[in-house]
């Protein structure tokens, strides 16, 4: 046990930061390969993403292109489901090999209601990499293609999650009790 509080919560460890990183190493192999003589470019989510889509872009060998946008919802006057907005994707997404990099796919509705505004665009390729799966907790569908870890549906904090603002600064990926 390597109880640690986070606000009024106790979390135990899940992943060491060895797992994290070895998972990675991993995934950007796979990138690596599949993408080889490609240029993709890497659409990392903010905030959670960020510690995931650094350590990814670190192990990659091929030429790679990488922005950080962040998302907001809001009630569309009329619509009844959430709209989501991106901001701070300025680049043409015309043609290019997209990957969306997430820290986590839970019900899957962020990415759900995202997607359509991407392939709007028309990008020649569009995948998504995803270090934390809630494989039980999905409710809308979604294809992911490079998954570090499927977990259980409980709430984690660390390695660039937080529980309200607190605990993304930790090195490991920790479970509440
Ligand atoms: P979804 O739209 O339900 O897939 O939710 C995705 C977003 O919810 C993630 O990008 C996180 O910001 C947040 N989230 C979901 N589960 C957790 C968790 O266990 N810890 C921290 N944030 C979470």
């Known amino acids: 046990m ?21 998972r990675i190493k991993e995934i950007a192999n796979d990138i690596n390969k599949d993408y080889k003589g490609k240029r993709p470019l890497f659409i990392a989510i903010l905030n959670g993403a960020f510690m995931f889509a650094s350590d990814l872009f670190k192990s990659l060998d091929i030429e790679a292109e990488l ?44 990415l759900h209601n995202f997607l359509p505004k991407l392939i709007h665009q028309q990008p020649k390729s569009l995948k998504i990499a995803t270090l934390l799966y809630k494989s039980d907790a ?12 499927d977990i259980p ?22 479970q509440v009790v």
């Open 138 to 149: 999905i409710a809308f569908p979604l294809h992911l293609d490079y998954v570090g870890f």
């Open 153 to 174: 549906d409980k709430f984690v904090v660390g390695y660039g999650l937080d529980y309200d603002g607190l605990g993304r600064n930790l090195k490991e990926i920790y």
């Open 67 to 110: 922005c950080f946008i962040k998302l907001a919802s809001y009630k569309g006057m009329k619509s009844t489901g959430n709209v989501i907005t991106s901001i701070g994707l300025e680049v043409d997404l015309y043609d290019k090999e997209v990957i969306i990099v997430e820290d986590i796919v839970d019900t899957g509705k962020t």
């Open 2 to 22: 390597a109880l640690i509080n986070v606000h009024d919560k106790s979390f135990d460890i899940y992943l060491s930061e060895e797992k994290i990183q070895r």
